[in-house]
């Protein structure tokens, strides 16, 4: 006869793994810093919709993830997400003016609204206008690679070509004159700080706002081959984007992409440095590229998670979200879900259906520059790969050092080295 110890229950409970901590204490330790990954996959194994103290959900499979993305229940709206936010944590309240003065845009919009300013955006922002920027990224990439070398010594990438990228190459495709791109940079540098100083915080979308203003009026007047001059002229059925539109648009395009770019960049770089095989293979079969940003993408995401309010009652993997209730949806988490692919902690630049990832978000919210990220993380990864034999980190994985943000994924540099006997600058 089977007692309750033969038949496992007393013996399983006594060695079962502690409960799955919870998520906000997690983020705050220097382990989920350095890798998120094996907490995720316990909270995909244990809890994979998770409820925190704080009343956050948190959502951690693919399947469940993507089932959000496309809800219209859970809501993008700004003022929608500000109310949440600060009923969680008061110090959020100053965050609330900023937010409610940047006007209707996109990515803080509900349908219908939302519908429509994506089509009027989508006339300008096209697939075509990013790709004929090609070679002058290429260019741009080559002027920092060489900045970056000309030292001979380490030199590190973050802050020599993964962050100067995405401002000079946005100041291109704004057509933002030379002459205003060092101040550009310093109202960049000024809404990084956002947390610190609200008050300058605020200075600069007032600054930025009126130049951006100035610019559309003068491209009113003298279209140019620059976004600026097609947000200006685009137009649907007896439609047209306001001026609060256009601001809030022009601004939050500037401004959105530059951090994952960056991020995308030195996260890619880093996963392909650590795993040698594909860092050669990527060198011997240069056309990979295109598709290995993809996998770079689901790796180690750029963006960890991204936020969304319930509008209405929504079940998400079995559990009830109430209006009101905040959820992160872990994209990051879902890019390691072995529900959806095969070995997922294997890192494989010829990994079929690698696309398939949510590191972009998806369904109405897909983001829009992604087109923009992906070729400058192809030009800029690929260069650096081509044209620096024997690249690879400069120090060892214990001296790299990782932003705590819950939503971006981000080193706080990554020092380079390579073997100088010779730069190939080939094409």
């Not at 620059?226 to 401004?255: K, N, P, Y």
Request: a negative charge; charged letters at 30%.
């Amino acid at each position: 006869m089977s007692t309750p110890t033969d038949s496992g229950v007393t013996g399983l409970a006594a060695h079962a793994p502690p409960p799955v901590p919870d998520y906000a204490a997690a983020m705050a330790t220097d382990a989920f810093r350095r890798d998120p990954y094996p907490f995720y996959a316990r909270m995909r194994r244990e809890r994979p919709v998770h409820r925190t103290a704080q009343g956050i959900w948190y959502v951690t499979r693919y399947a469940d993830a993507e089932q959000a993305l496309a809800d219209v229940r859970l809501s993008n709206d700004g003022d929608r997400m500000t109310q949440a936010l600060v009923a969680r944590d008061g110090r959020l309240r100053d965050l609330s003016r900023l937010t409610a003065r940047l006007g209707p845009v996109m990515s803080n919009t509900d349908p219908p609204d939302h519908a429509r300013l994506r089509k009027l955006v989508n006339k300008a922002f096209t697939a075509r206008r990013v790709e004929e920027l090609r070679e002058r990224i290429q260019v741009v990439v080559d002027r920092l690679v060489d900045g970056a070398v000309a030292t001979g010594g380490p030199f590190d990438v973050l802050a020599a070509v993964a962050s100067p990228l995405p401002h000079t190459v946005v100041c291109e495709l704004f057509g933002i004159p030379e002459a205003d791109r060092e101040q550009v940079k310093e109202w960049f540098r000024g809404l990084g700080r956002i947390h610190e100083d609200i008050d300058r915080a605020e200075q600069v979308v007032d600054e930025f706002e009126a130049y951006l203003m100035r610019l559309a009026r003068e491209r009113r007047a003298r279209p140019g081959d620059d976004l600026i001059s097609a947000l200006v002229t685009a137009q649907g059925h007896d439609d047209r984007l306001t001026d609060e539109e256009l601001l809030s648009t022009c601004f939050v395009l500037i401004t959105a992409g530059d951090e994952t770019t960056t991020n995308l960049i030195g996260n890619g770089l880093l996963a392909l440095l650590n795993h040698p095989d594909q860092l050669d293979l990527l060198r011997d079969r240069p056309e990979l590229i295109r598709t290995a940003v993809d996998e770079l993408v689901r790796y180690d995401s750029p963006s960890q998670a991204i936020v969304r309010v319930a509008a209405d009652e929504v079940t998400i993997g079995g559990q009830t979200l109430a209006p009101g209730d905040l959820v992160y949806l872990v994209l990051a988490s879902a890019g390691r879900d072995p529900g959806r692919y095969d070995d997922p902690d294997r890192f494989d630049l010829t990994r079929p259906g690698a696309s398939r990832h949510l590191g972009f978000g998806h369904g109405p919210h897909f983001c829009l520059g992604a087109p923009l990220a992906r070729l400058e993380a192809e030009l800029a990864i690929g260069t650096l790969v081509r044209r620096l034999p024997g690249l690879r980190a400069a120090v060892g994985p214990e001296e790299l050092d990782w932003r705590p943000n819950p939503l971006q994924r981000r080193l706080t540099a990554l020092p380079l080295t390579y073997d100088r006997r010779s730069d190939r600058h080939a094409a």
